[in-house]
C-alpha cells in the first residue's frame, strides 16, 4: 500500500497537481498550505496500521462515533480531528460549519478496517466532510439522497442498518475511548450506553442482541496517540506557524527585559526578573492544560495567546500550578519536570553544574544580579537561559554575553583591545555552537547517537585549538555533557531507540560545567549552554545496481532564536561608543568625509552564530560606521579591507549587498559573533529604501574611485560571488522578501518563517515525500517527488519512446467498446497493440502477463529492419484495458516497474482512462461500487469517460458522481461517450 501511495506521489509531482489543487478545496481544508491527498491517505493508513501491527491482539477494526451517539466521547472527536484535519476542532471551525445544527454536523460513523473504511453521514455534512474522504482507498460510503434524508423516520432507520452493515464481519472492535491528557478506565458497558450501539439491539432493524455480546471490545486510544504524536506536513505546519509563533514571543519578551533598560538599570536586573517570561509561559500553559483540559490540533495543544499568557501576573500562575501538580500526583523528578527541560534563566558564575541541576523554576533568585555574580565579584559576564515550550516539543537554550567583544578601531594612534579575559567564555561558546551543529548534521546522516557525540566532542576541541584555547582542552573535556533527545508533542522524552522516535521533534544540547578561571581568578567562572531543537527527514532510495541508500534532511526550528547576543553594561564601553559617534560632527577624520548615513541597513557574516542584524550604517568616504542596537559602534577603515565589492543583481528589485573582504587586524574591533572563517562581512541595502538609493547617487562613484587607502569598489556579478556570499546573499533576499509583504496580501504563513529557519521550503518539500512511505524510491525518481523543474522530462526526451493508453472501469462500464472506437478511429494514423487479459479463476491482474505483453512488443520492435524500427517507433502504441475491479496504479506500477530496465525505457504512459457508467455506479442510495473511486485516483487517473446520462448532463445522479470524482481528482478531465463512443468533449 505504501508504494502505491508514492507511485501516486510520483504521478502528482510529475503533473505538478497537488499544490495547485488546494485551492479547489473548501477554505476549511485550504488553510494548510502543506494539505494534500497523498497526506490524506497517509493520516489514514498510520491508523490502519494499527489494526496490522499492534503489540495488542489483533482487531477488526477501529470504531469512531460522534455526537450524540457516542455521548460526545472526546477520543473519537479526537480521532476524527486526526483524519479530518481539525474538522471538528471547535476553535478551528468555520462560519458557515456554526450554522449546522449541532447534531447535523456531528451525524458521523466511522470504521477503520485494515483496508477499508466505512463512513457514514448525513447529506448536509456529507460536502464538509467529502474533500478530506475523497481520495481514501476502498472507501465505503454511507449516505442518503437529500431527498431520502427528509424523512426522518427512514434517516434513523438507515443510519442504524448502515452502523450493523459497517461491524457485521467485526469479531473484534477497538474504540478510542479517552484522549490525551485525561486517561479514562476503559468500560465496555459505558461504549454499550452510547444511543446507536443501544439500537443496534433493536429486533428488525438492528443486530438483534446487545453488541458487546457480538462484539468484543477494547480502547485504542493509548496507540492512537502515539499515532498523533507523529509529525507529518501539516502538524509540522501547525508547530511553525502557531507552537513556535507563541515560542518565538516568549523570547522576544524575554530580550525586551533587557532592550528596554540603559546600562545603568539592566545591572540591577535579577534571574527572577530576566526569567518571568520563560517561567510565566511555562506555568500559564502547564497549568491551563491540566485545569482545563488540552486542546488538541493533530497531537499539538493550542497554546493560549501571549496576553492571555501574561495576564494575571507571574505569582497567581505559581499558585495554581502547585495545585495541579498536587490533584495530577505529578513530581518535579518526573521526566515533564526535570532540570534540563525546563525554564531557567541563571547569571555568571552562578550558573554552576550544582545550580543547574538544582534549579526551580518556581522559586528563582532575587538576590542574584547582572552586577553581583561575577566570580571576581563585580559585573556578570554571561547568563545562560533556557525556554521551554509547556507539555510540548520545543526547547532551546542559549548562553548570552554582557559587554563587548570588540573594541572600535579609531585611528592608527589609538589601536585598543579587548582583554583577553573577556574573550574566553564567548570562544567556548562559539566551539560549543559549533560543535552542536556538527552533531546535528552526523546524527541526521548516520543517525548514531555515539557518532554524534564523538564528532561533537572532536569539533568542540578542534575549535577551541582555532582560537588558541588548547591549555583549556584538558579542563572541559571532562566537563563536557552532550544530549540528543526525542521529545513528543507532549514534551516527553521518548527513546531514540524507538521506531516512534523518527517523526518526533528532537533536542541536541551541550553544556560545559564549571568552567574555571585560569587568568588568577577564584571559583569559577560558570557555565556554557547551548541546544536546538530540530527535525529529520530521510527518503530511503533504490540505486540502478539494486543497493539501497537513504538522503537526509534537516531544519533547526530553534533557530528563529539568536544564537549570539551581547549588551553593553559598563559605563566605559557606552561612553566609548558614543565617542566614536563623535566623529558624525567632525568634517575630517579617519573614515574621511561624510556622504550618508543615519538609515537602517543589515550586517551579516558566514558564522554559525550570526544573523541578519539591523542598525544604522553610515558611509564614509574611507570606511564605515555601524552603530548596533545592543553592541555599540563598529567602525570598518579601508585600511583594514583587503577587498570591497558590490552586487545588486542588475535589478533594483534585488537587495544589494555592501560585501568587505577584510585583514586579520579587522577582528580585534568586530564583535566575535561577526568573525568567520572567510573574513567576508556583508551590509544589506533593502530595494526602495532610502539608503538604498542614496548608495547609488552618492557614494557609488566615489568609492569606484581609488582613495588613500588603495581600495576601489568593484561592481561584479552572480557568478563572480564565492558559494557562502551567494547563499549569504539568498538568506537577505528572504529576509526582504518577508519584510515586503503586505497585511492584504494572501501568502502561506510558513514563508514568514524563511528568513531564519534556512532551508524551510526545501525541507517541507522533503519532508512531504519522506513521511508519507517508508518505501524506498527510485533515485530517478527522487527529483521529480522534490519538484525540482529541471529534473522533469521534456517532450523531446519521451518522442522515441512508445507511448502507453490506459483504459480503466469497472465491469459494464463499457471500456471494451471504448478501446474500440480509439482503434478503430485513429488506425489511419498509427498502429495499435492492444492488451486484454484473459481473467481466470484465480488472479484478475497478472503482473507477469504485462510485463510479459510488453517485452515481446519490444522484442518485435527490435527484429524490423532499421527502416522500419525508425518509422514503427514514432507510430506504434499501445493500449491497456484493465480487468475487472483491478485498481488503475497497480496497472501502473507494473508498468513502471519492469524487472528489464531496457523495457522500461522504452515506454512511456501517456493518458489514463477511467469509463464510468452513472447507472451502474452505485449500489443503494450513495453506497458507490467498490472500487470505483480508486479508478479516479489523483496524479494517475487522467479522463474520466461516462459512458451513460450523456444526453441528460442535469441528471442528479451524473451531477454527483461528477462533483464526488472532481473531488477525489481536481484536474480529471470529463469525457461523454454513451456507450462507449465518443459525441461531445
Not at 507510430?875 to 506500477?893: A, C, E, F, N, S
Not at 485516483?937 to 472532481?966: A, C, D, Y
Amino acid at each position: 500500500m505504501e508504494g502505491e501511495t508514492m507511485l501516486s506521489m510520483l504521478q502528482e509531482a510529475s503533473a505538478g497537481r497537488e499544490r495547485r489543487s488546494a485551492g479547489a478545496w473548501r477554505s476549511s481544508s485550504a488553510r494548510f498550505h502543506s494539505f494534500s491527498a497523498s497526506l490524506s491517505c497517509s493520516r489514514l493508513r498510520r491508523v490502519q496500521a494499527l489494526l496490522n501491527y499492534s503489540n495488542k491482539q489483533k482487531s477488526d477494526g477501529i470504531l469512531c462515533i460522534l455526537g450524540i451517539d457516542s455521548r460526545y466521547n472526546e477520543g473519537c472527536r479526537e480521532l476524527a480531528n486526526y483524519l479530518l484535519f481539525d474538522l471538528y476542532n471547535q476553535t478551528n471551525i468555520d462560519s458557515d460549519v456554526t450554522d449546522l445544527p449541532e447534531e447535523v454536523f456531528d451525524d458521523v460513523i466511522i470504521l477503520i478496517k485494515s483496508e477499508s473504511v466505512h463512513l457514514y453521514c448525513n447529506p448536509i455534512n456529507y460536502n464538509y466532510l467529502l474533500p478530506y474522504v475523497a481520495y481514501w482507498k476502498n472507501l465505503h460510503l454511507h449516505c442518503l439522497t437529500v431527498k431520502e434524508y427528509e424523512d426522518e423516520e427512514l434517516a434513523e432507520e438507515f443510519k442504524i442498518t448502515s452502523f450493523v452493515n459497517m461491524v457485521q464481519d467485526c469479531c473484534r472492535i477497538q474504540v478510542p475511548y479517552s484522549f490525551q491528557g485525561h486517561v479514562r478506565t476503559f468500560d465496555m458497558f459505558i461504549v454499550e450506553k452510547w444511543p446507536i450501539v443501544q439500537a443496534f439491539a433493536l429486533e428488525g432493524i438492528g443486530g438483534g442482541e446487545f453488541f458487546t455480546m457480538k462484539h468484543e471490545m477494547f480502547d485504542a486510544s493509548e496507540e492512537l496517540w502515539q499515532v498523533y504524536s507523529s509529525l507529518d506536513p501539516v502538524s509540522l505546519e501547525v508547530l511553525i506557524t502557531e507552537d513556535l509563533v507563541a515560542f518565538e514571543k516568549q523570547w522576544d519578551s524575554f530580550f525586551s527585559n533587557f532592550d528596554i533598560e540603559n546600562s545603568s538599570s539592566l545591572l540591577e536586573l535579577s534571574e527572577a526578573q530576566s526569567g518571568e517570561p520563560l517561567a510565566s509561559r511555562y506555568t500559564t500553559y502547564s497549568w491551563k492544560s491540566r485545569q482545563m483540559g488540552c486542546k488538541l490540533l493533530h497531537g499539538f495543544q493550542h497554546q493560549c495567546s501571549f496576553m492571555d499568557q501574561l495576564s494575571g501576573g507571574m505569582m497567581p500562575f505559581r499558585t495554581y500550578f502547585s495545585h495541579g501538580l498536587i490533584t495530577s500526583q505529578i513530581t518535579e523528578k518526573s521526566s515533564l519536570f526535570s532540570t534540563h527541560r525546563q525554564p531557567f534563566v541563571l547569571f555568571g558564575c552562578h550558573s554552576t553544574k550544582e545550580n543547574l541541576n538544582s534549579y526551580s523554576f518556581t522559586f528563582p533568585s532575587e538576590g542574584h544580579l547582572v552586577k553581583n555574580t561575577n566570580n571576581r565579584g563585580g559585573t556578570a559576564r554571561h547568563m545562560v537561559v533556557q525556554c521551554t515550550s509547556p507539555r510540548g516539543p520545543l526547547a532551546c537554550s542559549r548562553t548570552y554575553f554582557f559587554g563587548n567583544t570588540h573594541v572600535p578601531y579609531m585611528s592608527k594612534d589609538s589601536n585598543q583591545q579587548k582583554n583577553d579575559d573577556f574573550l574566553v567564555l564567548p570562544q567556548i561558546y562559539i566551539a560549543v555552537v559549533e560543535a552542536v551543529l556538527a552533531s546535528i548534521r552526523c546524527y541526521v546522516e548516520t543517525p548514531s547517537i555515539k557518532i554524534a557525540k564523538e564528532i561533537a566532542e572532536d569539533v568542540f576541541l578542534s575549535t577551541l585549538d582555532c582560537y588558541g584555547l588548547g591549555h583549556y582542552k584538558p579542563i572541559l573535556r571532562s566537563k563536557l555533557c552532550f544530549l540528543i533527545e526525542a521529545v513528543n508533542s507532549h514534551g516527553t522524552i521518548i527513546s531514540l531507540e524507538s521506531h516512534s522516535s523518527k517523526f518526533l521533534i528532537k533536542t541536541a544540547s551541550m553544556t560545559v560545567y564549571d568552567i574555571p578561571d585560569l587568568t588568577g581568578g577564584k571559583g569559577t567562572l560558570g557555565s556554557i549552554v547551548f541546544s536546538e531543537s530540530f527535525i529529520e527527514s530521510k527518503i530511503f532510495l533504490k540505486e540502478k545496481d539494486g543497493t539501497m541508500s537513504t538522503d537526509s534532511n534537516y531544519m533547526i526550528l530553534s533557530a528563529i532564536v539568536p544564537r549570539y547576543v551581547s549588551w553593553m553594561v559598563e559605563d566605559a564601553e557606552v561612553k566609548l561608543s558614543e565617542e566614536v559617534q563623535q566623529v558624525l560632527k567632525m568634517k575630517e577624520h579617519f573614515l574621511g568625509t561624510l556622504l550618508i548615513g543615519g538609515d537602517s541597513a543589515y550586517i551579516y557574516s558566514g558564522s554559525s552564530v550570526a544573523r541578519p542584524e539591523e542598525g544604522k550604517l553610515f558611509i564614509f568616504s574611507e570606511g564605515i560606521l555601524f552603530i548596533h542596537p545592543r553592541s555599540g559602534s563598529m567602525t570598518i577603515s579601508k585600511n583594514h579591507m583587503a577587498a570591497l565589492k558590490y552586487y545588486d543583481g542588475n535589478s533594483p528589485g534585488v537587495v544589494g549587498v555592501l560585501i568587505i573582504e577584510y585583514k586579520k587586524s579587522l577582528l580585534p574591533h568586530l564583535p566575535i559573533h561577526l568573525h568567520s572563517t572567510s573574513n567576508c562581512l556583508m551590509f544589506a541595502l533593502m530595494p526602495g529604501s532610502r539608503i538604498y538609493k542614496s548608495f547609488y547617487a552618492q557614494v557609488m562613484s566615489t568609492w569606484q574611485k581609488m582613495g588613500k587607502s588603495g581600495i576601489a569598489l568593484k561592481i561584479c556579478q552572480r557568478e563572480q560571488l564565492s558559494e557562502e556570499q551567494k547563499q549569504l546573499h539568498c538568506n537577505l533576499e528572504k529576509v526582504f522578501e518577508v519584510q515586503s509583504r503586505t497585511r492584504n496580501e494572501e501568502r502561506s504563513r510558513l514563508k514568514q518563517f524563511s528568513a531564519d529557519i534556512l532551508g524551510l521550503d526545501v525541507f517541507v518539500q522533503h519532508f512531504a515525500v519522506s513521511s508519507m512511505s517508508h518505501e524506498p524510491v527510485r533515485r530517478s525518481d527522487l527529483p521529480i517527488l522534490l519538484q525540482q523543474p529541471s529534473s522533469f522530462s521534456s517532450e523531446s526526451d519521451d518522442q522515441n519512446k512508445m507511448v502507453i493508453t490506459i483504459v480503466a472501469g469497472l465491469p459494464g462500464s463499457y471500456k471494451e467498446e471504448l478501446c474500440t472506437y480509439i482503434v478503430n478511429l485513429t488506425q489511419e494514423h498509427g498502429r495499435w497493440s492492444v492488451y486484454r487479459q484473459m481473467l481466470d479463476n484465480c488472479e484478475p491482474f497478472n503482473y507477469g502477463q504485462i510485463h510479459h505483453f510488453l517485452s515481446s512488443v519490444l522484442e518485435a520492435q527490435r527484429n524490423r529492419t532499421v527502416r522500419q524500427s525508425v518509422y514503427s517507433r514514432r507510430k506504434v502504441r499501445l493500449l491497456i484495458v484493465t480487468p475487472g475491479y483491478t485498481d488503475v496504479i497497480d496497472v501502473v506500477q507494473a508498468i513502471q516497474m519492469h524487472p528489464d530496465p531496457e523495457v522500461q525505457s522504452a515506454f512511456v504512459i501517456g493518458a489514463v482512462t477511467t469509463c464510468i457508467d452513472p447507472l451502474c455506479s452505485t449500489m443503494e442510495h450513495r453506497l458507490l461500487f467498490p472500487k470505483l473511486l480508486d479508478q479516479c485516483s489523483q496524479g494517475v487517473v487522467s479522463n474520466v469517460v461516462l459512458t451513460s446520462l450523456t444526453s441528460e448532463q442535469r441528471h442528479p445522479l451524473l451531477v454527483h458522481l461528477q462533483k464526488l470524482i472532481r473531488v477525489a481528482n481536481p484536474r480529471t478531465a470529463f469525457i461523454l461517450a454513451e456507450k462507449g463512443a465518443v459525441t461531445r468533449y
